[in-house]
Structures are given as structure tokens and as C-alpha cells.
């Protein structure tokens, strides 16, 4: 069983950045990929971005590429989202994800974290 733990949101103006964290334990097979989604009330959950366990692979949503970066501290067993100019729009719960292949589908990851709100306010 692996444990996800995210935090790191908050209340931010647009433009704004934050940083949200995600520790793993432990590490398994499981953990070989690592991503963030996101999910609004009333809509589907969507997918962010997503990285291998030693960041040689990493895939990111088009409405957050330029602004988003994911990375992983594996001596931590932390994964990181660095998250940039943001906007309203990207206002959501967002939460870390373990699982084993690179897809953006949400039906392959194995464990998640409980969520960390991001609200992004005008």
C-alpha cells in the first residue's frame, strides 16, 4: 500500500504562483510514474501533467504547458508541481497520482493523495 500525501495549495491572486508537494511512501513499482489532476465540482476529473520516477519522461496538459512544472525529489520521495501565472480558470482540487504507465488516463494510476485546493482569484 503506498501512502500519497499532497499539500501545497492555497488562495493566490492571478498571476500568482505556488508549489504544491506530494510525498510517497513508500517507494514501489507502483510509483514508477507520478502525475497531477485536477478536478472542478460538477466536472471530470483532468489531467495535469505527469513524470517518471526519475524524471527522464514527463507529459503536461496544453492548458498548462509553460506555466506548470512538474519534478521529483527522489531522495525526498516528493513530487513537486511548480505552478506559474496563474489563472482563474485553473482554480480546482488538485491531487497527486501514482501508477505504472505513462497515460494521461486517470483509470491507470493505482494510489492518490487526498487534494489540495487551488483557488486563483481576479
Known amino acids: 500500500q503506498v501512502q500519497l500525501v499532497d499539500a501545497g495549495g492555497g488562495l493566490v491572486q492571478a498571476g500568482g504562483a505556488l508549489r504544491l508537494s506530494c510525498v510517497a511512501s513508500p517507494r514501489s513499482w507502483r510509483t514508477t510514474v507520478m502525475g497531477w489532476l485536477r478536478q472542478v465540482p460538477g466536472k471530470e476529473r483532468e489531467f495535469v501533467a505527469q513524470?517518471?520516477?526519475?524524471?527522464?519522461?514527463?507529459n503536461y496538459a496544453n492548458a498548462v504547458k509553460g506555466r506548470f512544472n512538474i519534478s521529483i525529489d527522489t531522495a525526498k520521495n516528493t513530487l513537486y508541481l511548480k505552478m506559474s501565472n496563474l489563472k482563474p480558470e485553473l482554480t480546482a482540487l488538485y491531487s497527486c497520482?501514482?501508477?505504472?504507465?505513462?497515460?494521461?488516463?486517470?483509470?491507470?494510476?493505482?494510489?492518490w493523495g487526498q487534494g489540495t485546493q487551488v483557488t486563483v482569484t481576479v
Open positions: 513524470t517518471t520516477w526519475y524524471g527522464d519522461h514527463s
Open positions: 497520482a501514482a501508477g505504472s504507465s505513462l497515460s494521461s488516463d486517470e483509470r491507470l494510476y493505482y494510489y
